[in-house]
């Protein structure tokens, strides 16, 4: 019997938290291949285009995909972080030192980069650092762009930019 592998799961970050805040601890999936998806629907790119949402999901696919990637090369494991008062964060990227890196996967436009860098830093203020240690960034990835550090002290950087 073969297994066919589509999807992967993406399993909850557990921080030490300052706030009372309840984790969600229900694993995020996602496809191996975002491609796959788009060939089984049969859809090109004028339909990707006209539904920015599914796109987006793909896309954010795409980024976890990438991220685990560079992960496992780092002895590191990407999670998801979800809690009761609706703050979610895509991904979070954990040494097993114990260093965090949170990050936020949008499209691009920038109230899209505003509403995730704000995510950020309230994933930030909530988690205890005291215990977990300050994450070395806050980091949005979009699909196009540049790179560049904002006021607050978020980076937003191309998808491009990932590597090695």
């Not at 685990?68 to 979610?88: C, K, Q, S």
């Not at 114990?98 to 505003?114: M, R």
């Not at 002290?153 to 491009?160: D, E, K, S």
């Amino acid at each position: 019997m073969q297994r066919l592998f589509v999807v992967e799961d993406q399993p909850p970050f557990a921080p030490h938290l300052r706030s009372r805040s309840r984790l969600r601890k229900a694993p995020k999936r996602h496809f191996c291949d975002p491609s796959v998806a788009v060939a089984a629907l049969r859809i090109g790119p004028e339909r990707l285009r006209d539904n920015l949402d599914y796109l987006g999901l793909l896309f954010e696919s795409l980024v976890v995909h990438d991220l685990r990637i560079y992960a496992t090369a780092n002895d590191a494991d990407v999670y998801h972080y979800r809690d009761n008062t609706g703050l979610e964060i895509d991904a979070v990227v954990q040494t097993v030192a114990g260093a965090w890196l949170p990050v936020e996967v949008k499209l691009g436009g920038y109230e899209q980069i505003d509403a995730a860098a704000a995510n950020l830093l309230k994933l930030k203020d909530r988690v205890d650092t005291d215990r977990m240690g300050d994450p070395p960034n806050l980091l949005v990835i979009t699909a196009t762009g540049y790179a560049y550090r904002r006021p607050d002290g978020v980076t937003v950087a191309p998808i491009g930019a990932l590597g090695p």
